[in-house]
């Protein structure tokens, strides 16, 4: 019969060998891990009109959209790009309501790419942060912004201990603040729950989703959008009115991981500088 030792000895061995087991992600609801084909990215010769939702050209930029930086295109400047890693999808189409379930562990949210324009009092402001929700995804509590369109390149977000406790669940928005200052203000809102987007403007949110999801082991890398596509009499040029074709999911780019990043990359967030823009309501629908 095989010793109390020598069966701690085995699994230590067996750890030292194989390294600790990996921490594992979040659980992504909505939607399947879909495989891509760098080659049908946006302008090749093979490129599918409507194969990836996400895959589309850029409004303000080069035709990077968020496939492009993910497999290394030298415009982009992705860090470390993780190739074309399988994203979340029905089909192909972008799900209309996704939302992460915690397991517990610490989180950290490191913004690793901001191709958008929107950096300016004039231009408007991007914020993206995170909401708490219920089992459906349908409830939105406690927003927070943890990221500006300003903000460095390599900041990080942590969770404090108290947060996402196994069970909770939780979700991504980004906003779009256009005319700081003036009296015509307005906000415009998308959440990874597409029903839930909301404008304070003359032209109303769409509900199309402004997120696309790619999960590498226990790591996931989130593609935003920030523009409303147009839609009624609203035209492109009516900000932030663009076609639902320059859709290219890299306004923000943020890895969420389980492991923290080097501490010399690690920079204190200044998102809370402009939070205060943020429409902090509690809604139950």
Known sequence: MRSQFGSSLLMFVALFV??????????????????????YLYNLPTYIPGLYYWNNNSGDGAQDNIGWCLVGSASCGLQNPPGPIAYYSINGNGP???????????????????????????????????YQTDATGTTILNPTVIFTSNDAIGTTYTWPPSALTAGENYAFFIENIQGIGTSNVTYYIYYM?????????????????????????????????????????????????????????NDFTVELSTSAPEPDSAILSGAGLLGGFLIRRRRTL
Not at 219 to 229: A, K, M, N, P, Q
Request: contains cysteine; glycine residues 14%.
């Open 18 to 39: 194989t390294g600790a087991p990996s921490i594992r992600p979040d659980t992504l609801n909505g939607g399947t891990p879909t495989s891509w084909n760098p080659n």
């Open 96 to 130: 209309a309501n996704m939302y992460f379930t915690s397991d517990g562990s610490p989180r950290y949210a490191t913004l690793q790419l901001t191709m958008t324009d929107q950096k300016g009092i004039g231009n408007g402001t991007d914020l993206f942060g995170f």
């Open 193 to 249: 729950n597409s029903s839930l987007n909301t404008a304070t403007g003359s032209m109303g949110p769409d509900n199309l989703q402004h997120f696309a999801v790619f999960s590498s082991g226990s790591t996931y890398y989130i593609g935003s959008v920030d523009g409303d596509s147009c839609h009624g009499n609203f035209q492109p040029g009516t900000s932030p009115c663009l076609p639902a074709s320059q859709f290219d999911f």
